[in-house]
């Protein structure tokens, strides 16, 4: 695609969809596939991200959260095991356009981390 990010970000905006900054990855230097490009240019393009994942899996990402961007966390589920692990807890309406405000506007919510409780 030959459209700047930005083109990409206000047309996302246009079509009334969510655009979220995925949690920090780095992938060997051999690949082109880190997730780190939104992070490193937070500064550039954080209005046009409606949220930020700062807790996956086992992690969390403090940089976001310090400087008070939206937040959400995910599970990144690829194996059973993975489904403990963050979670974002949203405190409004089950509605599309509800839940959506909730994370646009960081208010109602909440991570926390899910556990496997030992037998």
């Known amino acids: 695609a ?14 009334n969809a969510l655009t979220i900054a995925c949690h920090p990855h780095y992938m ?3 690949s082109d596939r880190d997730t780190l490009f939104l992070w490193n240019n937070r500064d550039k393009y954080a209005r046009y ?8 899996r086992d992690d969390v990402f403090n940089v976001i959260s310090l400087k008070k961007y939206p937040y959400l966390a995910n599970s990144d589920f690829h ?6 692990s963050w979670k ?14 909730c994370i646009k506007h960081n208010r109602g919510v909440a991570i ?4 496997h409780e030992e037998a």
Request: hydrophobic share 35%; with cysteine; proline share 2%.
């Open 28 to 30: 060997s230097a051999k």
């Open 49 to 56: 991200i409606d949220a930020w994942e700062i807790a996956n």
């Open 2 to 15: 030959c459209i700047s990010y930005e083109e990409i970000f206000l047309e996302a905006r246009k079509q």
């Open 88 to 101: 974002t807890l949203l405190n409004c309406r089950k509605d599309t356009e509800v839940i959506k405000r």
């Open 79 to 84: 194996k059973p095991r993975h489904l403990y």
């Open 112 to 115: 926390t981390l899910f556990r």
